[in-house]
T-cell receptor
Framework: AQRVTQPEKLLSVFKGAPVELKCNYS??????LFWYVQYSRQRLQLLLR??SRESIKGFTADLNKGETSFHLKKPFAQEEDSAMYYC???????????FGKGITLSVRP | DTGVSQDPRHKITKRGQNVTFRCDPI?????LYWYRQTLGQGPEFLTY????????KSRLLSDRFSAERPKGSFSTLEIQRTEQGDSAMYLC????????????FGSGTRLTVV
């Protein structure tokens, strides 16, 4: 069975500092990895997908199959990045999403 | 179509009562998912539909829980004989078949069992 681990519950940084939100997964096949974000009082929304190799709002994430990781990074955090972030995995196109427990990012002025 | 809609937003019920939630997915999405989220946890999968067929159910979904999607459009999730442990946010999401775009989530229904 697949599993997603987000080892930290909270990351607090100052504005302008680099951010790395850790995500590790357990799955024997080729997974699809996602990061979802939930801003205060808003619904859960897709931030980025590993398959598109895109940068969204300055965030990037690289799938490292050797380390089974998909860490989310941003070089310079902004206050508006404060939110709950969830890493999620799909074990194939027809599979369901499995989420990690999430991490709260707090960016202080 | 403004996205995935869930109704009600909040529900407070007494232990032992039955409750039913509704989800209206994005109209062109043929897959619909139900998740449950408790404090400090990520969303946990409950069940999903492709059109009107229920394709998978989690072992989290006890026999007190039932979900339907009768015409392949909206879905309902019913909890019978509610327990305090059922208190959670119930999330609905939809997607296209085999989409690698992930899901579109609704705002959720927060259930409180007193």
């Amino acid at each position: 069975a697949q599993r997603v681990t987000q080892p930290e519950k909270l990351l607090s940084v100052f504005k302008g500092a680099p951010v790395e939100l850790k995500c590790n997964y357990s799955y024997s096949g080729s997974p699809e990895l996602f990061w979802y974000v939930q801003y205060s009082r808003q619904r859960l929304q897709l931030l980025l997908r590993h398959i598109s190799r895109e940068s969204i709002k300055g965030f990037t994430a690289d799938l490292n199959k050797g380390e089974t990781s998909f860490h989310l990074k941003k070089p310079f955090a902004q206050e508006e990045d404060s939110a709950m972030y969830y890493c999620a995995l799909k074990a194939g196109a027809n599979s369901k999403l499995t989420f990690g427990k999430g991490i709260t990012l707090s960016v202080r002025p | 179509d403004t996205g995935v809609s869930q109704d009600p937003r909040h529900k407070i019920t007494k232990r032992g009562q039955n409750v039913t939630f509704r989800c209206d997915p994005i109209s062109e999405h043929n897959r619909l998912y139900w998740y449950r989220q408790t404090l400090g946890q990520g969303p946990e999968f409950l069940t999903y539909f492709q059109n009107e067929a229920q394709l998978e159910k989690s072992r989290l979904l006890s026999d007190r829980f039932s979900a339907e999607r009768p015409k392949g459009s909206f879905s309902t999730l019913e909890i019978q004989r509610t327990e305090q442990g059922d208190s959670a946010m119930y999330l609905c999401a939809s997607s296209q078949t085999a989409s690698n775009y992930g899901y579109t989530f609704g705002s959720g229904t927060r259930l409180t069992v007193v």
